[in-house]
């Protein structure tokens, strides 16, 4: 009877031994994390990304954003020039706006009145202006991954980009392994 | 020996309790809810958002919609005035759309040619009305939040918004908080 | 003693069952899989969409991807066409894009120069064109699932799409079950 119960035990024991991986994995696998791949380049949908960034990371949620397409326009700095650029690059690096404080509304932009009005507003309702929250979210830890391949197309330079604490620079694969993990994905 | 098993025993009971609560933690980390963030004020993105909130519900998937910035005007009461409203936002009120018969589409508007063609064959072919949607999602009880800041920076005011059982005011915090805990999160 | 031992250890493998079911439930309403509802016709967003859903299936994450409304122009077949279309459907066939090729971009479009520029950009860095990306998928098994709803509403037949392996028509509720026992859903 006592070996039979010494053996029950074993079995029990590896039992819970096979759940507590499994629970760990599980909890591997869903981190309290926000990950936003942002591809729109509209002053609103930045606007939108970074106030659920800083509203989550505020929570102490992990917060990753990977920034492509014409999002990468919020992250150019207007001061930063790149050399050695070829033609079509140079062309595009004309027409997209240049940094966060010249980007478009997706609705209502009326030839960039729009935009004037809607920051003339945050500063009337106390909100925080785009630079303040790329400062603040730099100070969270808010993590920013520049997509290499959207980087590539449109002929952007690690040079032209603003100063942020870690600036990324990846792939999409890096995006879903992130995304993968997270509690929280987000395509905007 | 005996002695040797009792304390096995408890042992074993308290890696048990131990996996127990993390596995409540978890199943309270991840509930079945759906929550969704709706930025644009496109009708067919409007459209989009209720037609899978409605199909969520309607598989007992908890729903709760986050309306911020252009999506407010899907949220506006034709027949409601506010007053005291200052001039910038009076001029929002009398620019953006109001209330969600009146909103165009992201694509195809044609001068709001687009948005009747679509009601006429949404009719014809027996699809809801988003009247109707709202009115379902309502009675599903499909919970809406209006985004403060969103409200407070284009100047709207609640006396505006439509009749909608237990319509709350919150901010990113609160979006942020409830898709965290969500096994589905939607930006649109 | 011994008696009490035996019953204690049913209790303990009872409660080992009971965690063993939830974290079955909890595995199974988590898999590592991606849902996304593609809504949106333009050209890069159809890009993002392929390029995060080949990722994804390269790290033999399942992908499942929903096409409503404009998207459904992305799998429309230039060569094919179908009959009996009514007059309104016709005249939606005409105006909607014909093709993944023929897709627009929702941003410096510039009538049509935009994709041009896009195009030949990505085929001289060396990005798989929208066609590879289609045939990739199709043999990485990424499921594609047509939106009858929208289908019907732009009076589309299954005869003008792709041909695509296991191309199926479903409703909303299906993405919703689907994008609910994903470990990630995406709205593009």
Redesign the interface.
Known sequence: ??KE??V??EE??K??DT??K??TR??K??K?Q?S??I???DM??I??SM??S???A??D?KVKLFF???ALSALRDKNKKAKGKDF?STMFGM??PKGRNKLGL???NMAGMGPV??K???KK?N?LSLDEMFKQAGELGIEITVCE?SM????FKKEEFIDYPGLRYA???T???D???S??????
């Open positions: 009877m006592e119960n010494t029950t035990m029990l024991q039992q819970i759940l507590q499994k629970v599980i909890e696998s869903r309290d926000l936003i791949a591809v729109s380049g609103d949908k606007l939108a106030v659920i800083l509203a989550a505020a929570m949620t492509s397409f014409w079509i027409m997209l997706s609705n209502m009005m809607i003339m507003l945050m309702k909100v391949m590539d197309l449109m002929g792939g999409a694969a995006f879903v392994a995304a993968g993990e509690a929280m994905q987000l395509f905007i």
